[in-house]
């Protein structure tokens, strides 16, 4: 979307510029939608995620400053998709004991990668839960679609239910200010810990914003490999920023 364009709608905001504006932006929130709505259950409507895309871009239009140096593109779909992402949080569109089955697998794959000084295997995790090694490959399935609304918020500050944003206005007090620096540092100091293959996919994936696909060839790795370094890093993360918000991550998203 040209500059020019939000210019018009700054200064009007009528209507007929949203209309525009919207027009514009919608195969962009629609493919958006449809991309996120693939790896969930088929009762997500993507027609809800559009609506909610379609007023996140409006909230984005009128909060957007040109002064902060991001362009009017990225910080719209940005805030689109922290829309959705907010959406499918709220509906808690995870049933109580899939919840529950998911920490279970978090928690043995720190364990036992403690043990086995490498990341586990389905095998060994359904051996060490005493679960079939099916089960454990759709729970880990259901986990990479959790991670999606559960972490993003901290390694992207996409959403406006994340900590950074809650803290973050135009003007910060000296408290507000201190626990926003606070938290940055906190998650800067929970990457460190990882392994250096799993902060290079971690900055592959987020900063870079490959896939999976992409950065095994990158690693000459396959793609599912770099899925179990993803999510390891991704539960380590949680379990490392659990100390600093004094609350069990996993209970969120």
């Known amino acids: 979307m040209g500059i020019e364009r939000y210019k018009i709608f700054s200064k009007s905001k009528s209507p007929e510029s949203k209309e525009k504006i919207i027009e514009l932006m919608l195969p962009k929130i629609k493919w958006l939608a449809l991309s996120i709505a693939k ?36 910080y719209t779909m940005k805030r689109v998709r922290g829309a959705m992402y907010d959406y499918l949080r709220k509906i808690d569109w995870m049933p109580r004991g899939v919840r529950k089955k998911v ?3 978090e928690e043995a794959i720190l364990v036992l990668e403690g043990k086995l000084q490498k990341i586990p295997d389905d095998k060994e995790i359904a ?25 993003d918020s901290y390694l992207l500050d996409d959403s406006e239910d994340s900590p950074i944003e809650r803290i973050e206005s135009r003007e910060l007090n000296p408290e507000q200010e201190y626990e926003k620096e606070e938290l940055i540092e906190a998650l800067k100091k929970s990457i460190s810990k990882l392994s ?10 987020y900063i ?15 793609e599912s490999r770099i899925s179990q ?4 890093a991704l539960i380590k993360i949680k379990n490392y920023m659990k100390e600093f918000f004094g609350s069990d991550l996993n209970e969120t998203g």
């Open 229 to 232: 370094i993803h999510s390891a």
């Open 103 to 105: 920490k279970e697998v």
């Open 196 to 205: 250096e293959r799993e902060q290079l996919v971690i900055s592959l994936y």
């Open 208 to 222: 870079e914003e490959l896939n999976f696909k992409e950065i095994g060839k990158v690693l000459n790795v396959s």
């Open 127 to 151: 051996e060490y839960l005493d679960m079939k090694e099916e089960d454990v490959k759709n729970i880990k399935n259901e986990m990479a679609r959790r991670q999606i609304f559960s972490l």
């Open 39 to 74: 790896d969930l259950p088929k009762n997500v409507d993507v027609d809800d995620l559009i609506q909610e895309g379609v007023i996140g871009l409006l909230n984005a239009l009128e909060n957007y400053d040109p002064t902060k140096g991001a362009s009017i593109t990225t």
